[in-house]
C-alpha cells in the first residue's frame, strides 16, 4: 500500500525497474530533452518487478497537473512492455484525440529509432482502429471510451486508463470482466485533477483508498485546500514535478495574470489545472464554497417583488420550493442598502412527489397575490398547476431560459449580486450540485444521485427570473374626497 503526495523527486537517481531503463534509453523526450529524475524516480518505484516479471503492485495510479508528462509515461510503459515484454496492451481514453495523441507518441518513439522499428509489423491509424503490433507478439490497441468500440474484448495484459478523472465505475467494471484474464495483469489509472464538468466517478476513490490497499501504488500532485494563495512558487514547484525544468515560470505568471482577471472562480480554475485541487470525496460542485460563502448577508426581502419556482427532481423524486426576491430600502446609521439593491433567496419547502402536495398550496397561498410562480416538473406540471391559487401568474421556462437560469445565477453570485442567509438545506444542494455540458452551455446536476438538488434548481430560476424582469412597482393608494 502506497500513496504519496507531492513526492520531491528532484535529485538524481539511476533507472532500476526495467520500465525506467527503456524510457531512459528509448523514448523521444522532446529537442534537447532527457528523462527527468521525477520520471525515473516514478518508474523505478510504480513499475517495479520481481525476478520472475511479476509486477509488485497490480494497480498503478497518478494524478497531477496538466503538461506534467503524463503522454511520455504512457508512451515509456506501453513500448517497454511491448518490446521486452512482448505484452499485449489496451489504452482507453476518454476523448478520440486523447487516445490519437497517446498512439502518435508511442508511433513516433518507434519509428524514429531503427531498432525498434525493424520489429514493426503493422498498424491502424484511424479513430476505431488505432493499433500497433510487432513481428515478435508485443501489441496496443487504443480507443476512445467514446466509441462504440470502447469495450472492445480480447485479453490484455495491461489496461491503461488515460483521462482517468474521466472515467466511470460502470465502464471500468466491464473492462475489468471482459479484458483482465490474465495472473500477472497490471491496470493504470492516470490523469488529471476533476474539473467542474468531469464525469468521473471513480478515479478519486482508488487514489484515496490506496492506504488500504497492498496491491496499489499512488502518487498525486496537488493541493487540497481551496483558499490555497495562487502566487506562491513554491507551491508550483511542489505540485508540478517539470516545473521549472519544462514548464517555464513565464507560463504560470500568465496563467496566474489571466486567473486574476477572472475573478474567484478563475483562481479555483488555476487551482485545478496548475495547482491540482483536489476533492477527496466528491467531484467539485459547481459553486465554489469560498464564493458562497461571500453572498451570505441577512437582508430584508420586499414580498411584493417574490419570484416562486416549483422544481421537480426526477432522480431522487422529489418537490422542491424556491423563492427569490429583491431586497428591501435598508438604513443602518450611516449605510443604506438601496430599494432592489440585491436579489436574496431560500428553499421553502422539499419533499418526495409521493407526499400530498397541500403544502405546496398552502405556501403559495401565503404569499402576494399576483406573484410570479415558476413550474418546472415535467410531466407534474398539470397537475401542480390544478392545486395552485388562481391569482398566480404561472410561468413555464423553455429549454434555453432553463439553462440561461443556471449560468445566470451563478453570474449574480460571482458578481455580488445575490445574497442567502446561510440556510443549511441549500448549503447542502450547493455540495451536491456538478456543472454538466449541455450543448454549448452547462446545467447542475446531482453529485451524489441519492441526494437532491431541485431546492438549488429552484431558487436559481427563480432569482434568474426576478434579474432580468424588473419589479412590478407597487403604487401606493390615494383616496380622494370629494
Known amino acids: 500500500m502506497v500513496y504519496i503526495l507531492n513526492p520531491n523527486w528532484r535529485r538524481k537517481v539511476k533507472p532500476k525497474s526495467a520500465v ?23 518508474f523505478n518505484n510504480a513499475f517495479e518487478q520481481d525476478s520472475q516479471g511479476h509486477w509488485k503492485y ?57 531498432e525498434l522499428k525493424s520489429e514493426l509489423d503493422k498498424y491502424g491509424s484511424g479513430d476505431s482502429k488505432m493499433s500497433i503490433s510487432l513481428t515478435t507478439g508485443g501489441s496496443v490497441v487504443f480507443r476512445s471510451r467514446k466509441t462504440n468500440l470502447a469495450g472492445l474484448g480480447g485479453t490484455y495484459d495491461i489496461v491503461i486508463f488515460d483521462e482517468a478523472q474521466e472515467l466511470r465505475a460502470d465502464y471500468d467494471a466491464m473492462v475489468s470482466k471482459t479484458l483482465m484474464t490474465k495472473q500477472n495483469m497490471l491496470t493504470v489509472y492516470i490523469g488529471t485533477p476533476f474539473l467542474a464538468n468531469s464525469q468521473g466517478d471513480i478515479f478519486n476513490r482508488i487514489i484515496d483508498g490506496a492506504e488500504d490497499n497492498p496491491n496499489i501504488y499512488a502518487v498525486r500532485y496537488g493541493i487540497d485546500d481551496e483558499s490555497t494563495p495562487i502566487d506562491d512558487e513554491r507551491i508550483w514547484k511542489k505540485t508540478n514535478p517539470l516545473y521549472p525544468d519544462v514548464m517555464p515560470r513565464k507560463a504560470f505568471q500568465d496563467a496566474m495574470a489571466k486567473a486574476n482577471q477572472s475573478g474567484e472562480a478563475g483562481k479555483r480554475d488555476f487551482r485545478i489545472q496548475n495547482l491540482g485541487l483536489w476533492w477527496k470525496d466528491t467531484i467539485p460542485s459547481a459553486i465554489p464554497l469560498d464564493l458562497w460563502g461571500k453572498a451570505v448577508s441577512d437582508l430584508p426581502n420586499d414580498p411584493d417583488t417574490n419570484v416562486a419556482a416549483i422544481v421537480f427532481d426526477p432522480i431522487c423524486g422529489r ?3 424556491s423563492l427569490a426576491s429583491s431586497t428591501a430600502e435598508v438604513r443602518s446609521g450611516n449605510e443604506i442598502t438601496d430599494k432592489w439593491q440585491y436579489i436574496t433567496g431560500e428553499i421553502l419547502g422539499e419533499r418526495s412527489q409521493n407526499e400530498s402536495w397541500s403544502w405546496i398550496a398552502k405556501t403559495v397561498e401565503s404569499m402576494p397575490r399576483n406573484t410570479d410562480i415558476i413550474l418546472d416538473a415535467g410531466g407534474l406540471n398539470k397537475a401542480l398547476e390544478a392545486v395552485l391559487p388562481n391569482n398566480m401568474n404561472v410561468i413555464h421556462l423553455s429549454g434555453s431560459e432553463f439553462l440561461a437560469s443556471q449560468q445566470g445565477f451563478y453570474d449574480m453570485i460571482e458578481s455580488g449580486k445575490f445574497k442567502h442567509t446561510n440556510q443549511p438545506d441549500l448549503m447542502d444542494e450547493v455540495r451536491n450540485a456538478q456543472k454538466v455540458k449541455s450543448g454549448e452551455m452547462w446545467k447542475f446536476s446531482n453529485i451524489d444521485k441519492s441526494r437532491s438538488i431541485a431546492g438549488l434548481k429552484a431558487l436559481s430560476e427563480a432569482a434568474w427570473y426576478r434579474s432580468v424582469n424588473t419589479p412590478r412597482e407597487k403604487k401606493p393608494m390615494v383616496i380622494i374626497h370629494g
Open 20 to 42: 525506467a531503463k527503456f524510457a531512459a534509453e528509448y523514448v523521444n523526450w522532446g529537442p534537447g530533452a532527457h528523462i527527468l529524475p521525477s520520471q525515473i524516480a516514478f
Open 58 to 114: 497490480s494497480i498503478v495510479a497518478e494524478n497531477a497537473p496538466r503538461q506534467n508528462s503524463k503522454t511520455k509515461k504512457l508512451t515509456a510503459l506501453v513500448t517497454e512492455a511491448m518490446f521486452v515484454n512482448h505484452a499485449n496492451v489496451f489504452v482507453s481514453s476518454h476523448e478520440s484525440e486523447s487516445a490519437r495523441k497517446v498512439f502518435n507518441d508511442v508511433f513516433d518513439t518507434i519509428t524514429r529509432n531503427q
Open 319 to 321: 418537490l422542491a420550493l
